[in-house]
Structure formats: structure tokens, C-alpha cells
């Protein structure tokens, strides 16, 4: 069956670096676009990043770009968010997802599969 499991999170200090990692499994990696997510205490989820499938477009928060990349291995069946100058703001439990196209949709509801989620606390 389709599973995503991420792994990477624990606590960094304000301004650390952190890689976070998808590993799938039951459906070829190669055909879908991987979306990365986050909630915050008392927060809705919100996208953090995504990458398509094929010429490998990648997309990001307004307030994340420069500081997070997104990249993927279809070898490894792995998708990576690197993480860096992190802020306290950035403590989130941290999702990824499978697209249920080969591109990234642009919304939640364009994903139709989760992962359980790696906690990122950021925090001197």
C-alpha cells in the first residue's frame, strides 16, 4: 500500500539546519508531484513546498523562499526538504504528501495521501 514516512525533525537551535526526509513506498515515485506541509501548535496546516514530477518544478511559501529546498531522488524513492537559518516560527509538526497528479496542484485537496509527520522545534 502507499506509504510516506518522514523523518529528520528534532530540536535546533534559532538559526541551525535541519533535513528533512519522505521516504514512499507502494506507487512509483517517479509519476507524482511530493508536497511538503507543516502545523504549528493552534495553527492550520499550511503548504511549505512541492516539487512535480518529470522537469522537477519546484514551489514554496512566499515566506520560505531562500531559506527552504526541495529535492527529490526517485532512485532512493526519497524526497528532502533542507531546512536552513531556522526560526522559532518554524516549529511545526512537518508533513509530506503525495500529489494526485504528476504536478503539484497548488491545494491540500490535490493530495491523496500522508504521511504521519516529523516534529521540528526550533528553540534555544
Known amino acids: 500500500q502507499v506509504q510516506l514516512v518522514e523523518s529528520g525533525g528534532g530540536l535546533v537551535q534559532p538559526g541551525g539546519s535541519l533535513r528533512l526526509s519522505c521516504t514512499t513506498s507502494?506507487?512509483?515515485?517517479?509519476?507524482?508531484?511530493i508536497g511538503w506541509f507543516r502545523q504549528a501548535p493552534g495553527k492550520e496546516r499550511e503548504g511549505v513546498s512541492c516539487?512535480?514530477?518529470?522537469?522537477?518544478?519546484?514551489y514554496y511559501a512566499d515566506s520560505l523562499k531562500g531559506r527552504f529546498t526541495i529535492s527529490r531522488d526517485n532512485a532512493k524513492n526519497t524526497v528532502y526538504l533542507q531546512m536552513n537559518s531556522l526560526k522559532p516560527e518554524d516549529t511545526a509538526v512537518y508533513y509530506c504528501?503525495?500529489?494526485?497528479?504528476?504536478?503539484?496542484?497548488?491545494?491540500?485537496?490535490?493530495?491523496?495521501?500522508w504521511g504521519k509527520g516529523t516534529l521540528v522545534t526550533v528553540s534555544s
Open positions: 504528501a503525495k500529489s494526485a497528479y504528476y504536478y503539484c496542484s497548488g491545494s491540500q485537496g490535490g493530495m491523496d495521501y
Open positions: 507502494g506507487f512509483t515515485l517517479d509519476y507524482y508531484g
Open positions: 516539487v512535480d514530477s518529470g522537469d522537477r518544478s519546484t
